[in-house]
């Protein structure tokens, strides 16, 4: 589909601002272009974080969604990635709207989940509207950005530790992680901070 669109570079998406503002730029920030409005009036696309709360699996080949096993701790508010083979679940709120600091690793191959306690036990939680933690995965190392500290972390999968990097060029405490755009682009981390910060 890339390929079809005329997108074969590696290319970022942001949504910058409200509304349906879009623009794309490269990986070396030379190219920046704004693109078409997306033709949805979907509230919740809008208003959220672009994530999504399923734990569902997708065949591309077939075209279909398969539920996957339940996770140990039911959570909202997570994030996601895929670290050397497993699937990784960080953080979030559970029922009660509690911040959770384990996170939850699965296997493809075993259909199940192992979970990972403390995962997140370092990290300062200062309010309970706070983001979903801020993830990334670059040459396959997890890293983090603790917002309340505005630090950059690597995680340590062997320990279950996290090694604090360095201070990040942005305010992401001002906003509680919202707003802040920490993601992988090629061989590097990006950080973009919102209109606060």
């Known amino acids: 589909v890339r390929q079809e669109k005329g997108l074969v570079k590696p290319n970022e998406i942001l949504h910058s601002g409200a509304g349906s503002n879009w623009e794309m730029f490269d990986k070396d920030f030379k190219t920046f272009q704004r ?38 701790k039911a959570r909202k508010f997570s994030s996601g990635c895929f670290l050397r083979g497993n699937f990784f679940v960080l953080g979030g709120r559970d029922e009660n709207d509690k911040h959770l600091t384990c996170g939850e690793s699965y296997n493809e191959t075993t259909n199940s989940w192992e979970l990972i306690p403390d995962m997140l036990k370092d990290m300062t939680f200062i309010t309970p509207s706070q983001s979903p933690p801020l993830i990334a ?23 279950n530790i996290w090694k604090k990097l360095s ?23 990006l950080v973009v901070g919102s209109s606060h910060s």
């Open 137 to 159: 995965v670059v040459d396959d190392n997890l890293y983090m950005l603790e917002t309340s500290l505005n630090e950059l972390r690597v995680y340590d999968i062997n320990t």
């Open 35 to 72: 693109l078409p409005k997306v033709p949805s009036s979907d509230y919740c696309f809008f208003h959220s974080d672009k994530e999504t709360i399923c734990v569902e699996k997708y065949n591309a080949d077939a075209k279909s969604w398969t539920m996957i096993n339940r996770m140990h």
């Open 167 to 189: 201070v990040v060029p942005v305010r992401a405490n001002t906003t509680f992680g919202w707003g802040t755009a920490f993601k992988s682009m090629g061989d590097r981390v």
